[in-house]
């Protein structure tokens, strides 16, 4: 006899979410329950479209007694629940159905919740056990106003931790401030506590909630107050730990993170995130060897035991990735090398370590030809992946290289604007400045990039003498500019008066005013790029007209950047003698000369 299945929820205004949702599980239940606890949209016009019974719950700040309607009207017999920013895992259909086959009444199935957190799902993500399916009509009901807790005070019941995937959006910022999440929780805990100030749970969740919205300090003050009395064999105690451990870290507060980490290792001995925090922070304090050991045993230790999964990879992509900084770190070319493939093979979709790789070969002297071969046997998917070989190649000074992918790319596929920007940034790195002022004069005003492309059109009239054309594009922008570029065309203007000999006023007398100081830069990195230095030297002239006194530090991490090493060395010890300015960084490069 088949199990039907009655998918429960309860919605609110989840346009956006809902079609995905009932789409991954359209196919593996029987009949769809939606309790609407006040949508304005046109949520319950989707929900209709795919057949769902639709039911009204009037919201009462309860999401158990929410949850709780939904389960009133199901006729199947068992119970899948899903959130509409839900969405069940497409490969992982074949398992649910093999799972429905062989049901336990006094079974509780825990699937996996892969929460997606920042600013587009990527490879942030958290993963959460949760009841998903039990037995209907089996004494089930939902308790807490908030993170509602599954009990059943019937029977006696067990959970099991199936490995199916469940992703959840509802963490992405735009839902967070779209929908005011956090302030809404905080209230609701906030009363609950009030309630019941000894539920530990409570306390947790709100500083959850604190951090969402990175108030790290408040997030603290209620994971100490949870951890009062700490009781390793609550649900949730592993969890408190691990954001204890977070929160610090967040705070530069690493001596008490790694306090917390050996407590946490004392109870729960295969907690593989626990070994992560503890590499990234000895890492952060330049401890390599005592950060490769930390990250070697979240290796060893494997598969992290269902119960003790958190932080999505760390026991797997993230802690090779990790080694492979290190090692960069360490100029360990060939270790890293390794570790930044096996990230790879591990996560293909991560493209960070292609990043290293190509530094890497580019500091091995690697003939062009076979840097080009290496880097393109790591992708499958051309043209489409042209756009990303042109970016390693840009980012290790590989311009005219870069110019060449995004040419291949421009064959066969449309060009959006933030490609053409691309191309005209590899255009006048490449001192195809004829070119690039030819180019741009297709840009549509209407482009998002319009200004910052016009602005490297002033640069490339400037470096051929053309310095009327290079004011006349600057005085066709005067108008309708927002505050900060109007901040950049004065940078500009002044960089033009420099050149062709005119007269120069003060940008800015303010010690905080740093706006201009990084356009002041791009210029002088585009000058220094294209070894223009008699006009490097007038531009330079730039960095008289602020007050901004880090202007010296940053002068040399410029010149580092582009092998100028001696000249570096020379502006980072001028800025500590007249500015007393000097960051790890620059101390590391003055090491690097010392040496």
């Known amino acids: 006899m088949s199990n039907g299945i009655s998918l429960c929820m309860i919605v609110k205004d989840e346009e956006e979410n809902l079609p995905r949702c009932l789409e991954s599980v359209k196919d593996i239940v029987d009949e769809m329950i939606i309790v609407d606890t006040g949508s304005t949209d046109k949520t319950v016009e989707i929900a209709k479209s795919y057949d769902a019974k639709i039911y009204y719950f009037k919201w009462c700040n309860n999401f158990s007694a929410a949850r709780n309607e939904s389960l009133k009207y199901a006729t199947k017999d068992w119970i899948l629940i899903m959130d509409a920013d839900d969405e069940f895992c497409k490969d992982d259909e074949e398992k649910f159905r093999n799972v429905v086959k062989n049901l336990d009444n006094n079974m509780v199935y825990f699937f996996e919740t892969l929460c997606y957190f920042g600013v587009q799902a990527s490879n942030n993500l958290t993963i959460n056990l949760n009841p998903r399916l039990f037995k209907n009509n089996y004494g089930y009901c939902y308790e807490g106003a908030i993170h509602n807790q599954l009990t059943n005070n019937e029977h006696s019941i067990k959970g099991k931790n199936e490995p199916i995937k469940i992703y959840h959006y509802g963490y992405l910022d735009d839902s967070l401030i779209s929908k005011n999440k956090s302030k809404r929780n905080i209230t609701i805990l906030e009363e609950e506590i009030k309630k019941n100030p000894q539920n530990k749970f409570n306390y947790f969740n709100l500083g959850n909630e604190y951090s969402s919205i990175n108030n790290e300090e408040k997030a603290l003050e209620n994971y100490y107050k949870a951890y009062e009395e700490f009781d390793e064999t609550t649900g949730f105690a592993p969890k408190l730990i691990e954001r204890i451990v977070m929160s610090n870290y967040s705070l530069g507060n690493y001596n008490k993170a790694l306090e917390f980490i050996g407590t946490g290792l004392k109870y729960y001995l295969q907690f593989t995130d626990l070994y992560y925090f503890k590499g990234l922070i ?5 401890k390599p060897t005592l950060a490769i050991r930390a990250f070697e045993k979240c290796i060893q230790i494997g598969e992290t035991p269902s119960m003790l999964k958190s932080i999505y990879g760390t026991d797997g992509f993230r802690v090779s990735h990790e080694l492979a900084q290190i090692y960069m770190k360490l100029k360990d070319y060939d270790t890293a090398y390794d570790y930044c493939v096996q990230t790879i093979r591990l996560k293909p979709d991560y493209l960070v370590p292609l990043y290293n790789i190509a530094h890497i070969l580019k500091e091995k002297q690697t003939p062009l030809n076979e840097f080009k071969n290496i880097i393109e046997n790591f992708f499958t998917d051309f043209p489409r992946e042209y756009t990303i070989v042109a970016d390693l190649f840009y980012m290790e000074g590989y311009y005219e290289t870069a110019l060449e992918y995004i040419n291949k790319y421009e064959i066969e596929t449309d060009v959006s604007d933030e490609l ?20 741009t004069k297709n840009i549509s005003g209407n482009s998002l990039y319009y200004f910052q492309i016009m602005m490297y059109r002033v640069i490339c009239f400037a470096i051929i003498n053309e310095y009327e054309s290079a004011f006349g594009t600057i005085n066709r922008l005067k108008d309708r500019l927002l505050d ?10 002044q960089f033009l008066n420099f050149i062709s000999g005119n007269e120069t006023s003060i940008l800015s007398e303010d010690e905080n005013e740093i706006d201009y100081t990084s356009t002041i830069f791009e210029i002088c990195e585009v000058l220094l790029i294209n070894k223009e230095f008699d006009k490097l030297e007038k531009a330079l002239n730039l960095l008289n007209l602020v007050s901004d006194k880090s202007v010296l530090l940053q002068l040399g991490k410029l010149y580092n950047k582009h092998g100028y090493i001696d000249m570096a060395r020379k502006e980072i010890i001028r800025s500590i003698k007249l500015f007393d300015i000097i960051d790890k960084e620059a101390l590391d490069i003055l090491k690097i000369n010392i040496e």
């Open 484 to 493: 900060y570029n109007k901040k950049v065309l004065e940078v500009y203007k």
């Open 420 to 439: 053409k920007f691309f191309k005209v940034k590899c255009l006048i790195r490449s001192s195809k400045f004829h070119e690039c002022i030819e180019y």
């Open 282 to 286: 000895l890492a952060a304090q330049d």
